[in-house]
């Protein structure tokens, strides 16, 4: 023992590599190990008579995920994870530089409580309220019908993509789930760029004359621009890969998390399913590797 001690010492590499054999040894037999089977398994094929998985090559599953139906399902995804990431980014940077700037000790951790306080609830029984909120029985009906604002509520539900019967069975309320769901994850890395953001910079460009308009453009949102596309890969990829709301809320159009879980589960379909995962993967692959140029990784 004591000579294994000292050739740890005498070797710290050798050392942070015991330390770090176990969790490696996890992360490349569990994670990167069941993925690299997965994508195998998108180049797979199905026969039709027996249901069946064919093992031997095939690019059968990449022709039918870019079907004009299937195809459909993907842009429908990235829209709406577009959608969320823009919409999450314009209410939380406010937010998050009042915390910031603005708010002393006391207001902040409240702030920080108010945003963190939805997650320490159950995923599922916050998009259940809200389908309860959103339906047309629900809380927002009721608001509109007392400020005397149903007809822009029906106009809003009349809307030919994003309207539907009730708020709970739209693109629209979906969107608005998604944004409360994943607001928090753009609050935080926002805050933490701002927070790096040094005062005498602010005060610097007053001295020479900078309008406040004008100091936030060419100073602080440069700066904050990293914590913002840090913030954005967790809206966009949670958006991309959620199957609950998508089921929950709206007019059960599929996105690529519930198509995945169709074509897996009920349909048996594992090479089509291994297909659609491999979108999302490309996506954030790219993604990651923009956020990284942007630095990102440093506002994280």
Same mark, same amino acid.
């Given at each position: ?14 050392? !942070? ?64 994870? #577009? #959608?969320?990431?823009? #919409? ?42 809200? /389908? ?16 005397? !604002? ?48 040094? /005062? ?17 453009? /060419? ?42 879980? !169709?074509?897996?589960?009920? #349909? ?33």
């Amino acid at each position: 023992m004591r000579r294994a001690v000292n050739f740890l010492y005498a070797h710290p590499n050798a050392a !942070l590599l015991l330390l770090l054999l176990l969790p490696m040894a996890w992360l490349v037999i569990f994670y990167l190990g069941s993925l690299s089977a997965m994508v195998v398994q998108s180049f797979y094929s199905l026969d039709d008579f027996s249901g069946r998985v064919i093992p031997e090559f095939s690019v059968f599953s990449y022709q039918e995920l870019f079907s004009p139906a299937n195809f459909d399902v993907v842009l429908r995804t990235l829209s709406m994870a #577009a #959608a969320v990431t823009l #919409a999450s980014a314009v209410i939380a940077f406010p937010l998050a530089y009042f915390m910031a700037r603005y708010a002393s000790a006391r207001i902040k951790g409240l702030l920080f409580l108010g945003v963190m306080l939805p997650l320490w609830s159950s995923y599922l029984v916050r998009v259940y309220a809200w /389908k309860l909120i959103l339906a047309n029985e629900g809380m927002i009906s009721w608001g509109a019908e007392q400020l005397g !604002l149903t007809g822009v509520l029906n106009w809003i539900l009349s809307l030919p993509v994003i309207g539907g019967p009730s708020l709970s069975f739209s693109y629209f309320g979906m969107f608005i789930v998604f944004v409360y769901i994943w607001l928090p994850y753009m609050v935080l890395p926002i805050n933490a760029a701002l927070e790096r953001v040094p /005062k005498s910079l602010t005060e610097a460009s007053a001295d020479l004359g900078g309008r406040p308009r004008y100091t936030f453009r /060419k100073v602080v949102l440069p700066l904050a621009f990293p914590g913002i596309v840090a913030g954005s890969i967790f809206t966009f990829s949670l958006t991309l890969g959620d199957y609950i709301i998508p089921s929950i809320i709206g007019d059960s159009a599929r996105f690529i998390g519930s198509a995945v879980l !169709l074509y897996q589960g009920t #349909a048996g379909n594992l090479p089509l399913a291994a297909a659609f995962t491999v979108v999302p993967i490309v996506i954030m692959g790219a993604y990651l590797l923009l956020a990284r140029r942007l630095g990102a990784f440093d506002a994280l």
